[in-house]
């Protein structure tokens, strides 16, 4: 059951042969305005102590609820458990560094079935994976004159371990497969279906790189 101070309404998780799960929300569900801080501080201010974030700008949230977050200025990954106050660091320091144990203003986070900890290191034009329980990163993907690698922006992975990044500064999507550091930059169309009507709509097509 979804429940708000509103209303309650009733959901269905669907289990799609991709593995991809969707949740069917349904039009009358109401979420309460009033937010939880999960992670930081509540009054709104910064730091680089566990209790804090300097802007954070990627979350990833595994299966056991546990949050996982590209804390972008304090050049870290920061994990925590459900209900949790205190992150713990699973990735990088406040300095900014190049070193497999170092990040440098990270802006994507997710973990894989492995437990594997996978970091858009942007600022080093790299991808980096941190195995389960360890802090020192191996290098997925880094900027090459054959492997074009700008500013990422997000990451996502999928069942597959198919890791996809935006990159802000050539204006391509890149799908990188497991065990290979070439990307391939893919086209696709993304539609959106609008609520009001039952139509669907093309509203951007990623750019191929040739």
């Known amino acids: 059951m979804t429940t708000t101070s509103d209303t309650t309404t009733t959901s269905i998780l669907t289990f799609l042969p991709t593995g991809i799960y969707a949740l069917s929300i349904p039009t009358c569900a109401t979420w309460n305005q009033t937010g939880i801080t999960v992670a ?20 990833f949230v595994d299966n056991n609820y ?53 970091v858009a290191d942007s600022s080093n034009y790299r991808i980096q994976r941190f195995p389960l329980g360890s802090t020192v990163g191996t290098t997925l993907a880094i900027d090459s004159t054959t492997n074009i690698l700008g500013q990422v922006r997000d990451l996502h992975i999928n069942v597959n371990n198919e890791i996809f990044v935006t990159d802000s500064d050539y204006s391509h999507v890149i799908k990188y497969y497991p065990n290979n550091g070439v990307g391939v930059t893919f086209s696709r169309q993304l539609w959106i279906r609008l609520s009001s009507k039952s139509v669907v709509r093309p509203i951007w097509k990623f750019r191929r790189w040739k």
């Open 40 to 59: 930081g501080n509540s009054n709104g201010s910064s730091g680089s102590d566990l209790a804090s974030l300097i802007n954070p700008v990627d979350i």
């Open 66 to 118: 546990t949050l996982y977050i590209a804390d972008g200025d304090n050049n870290r990954a920061v994990r925590y458990y459900t209900n949790d106050t205190i992150g713990t660091v699973v990735a990088g320091n406040s300095t900014p560094g190049d070193s497999p144990s170092e990040l440098n203003a990270p802006k994507g986070i997710a973990v894989d079935q492995y437990g594997a900890i996978i």
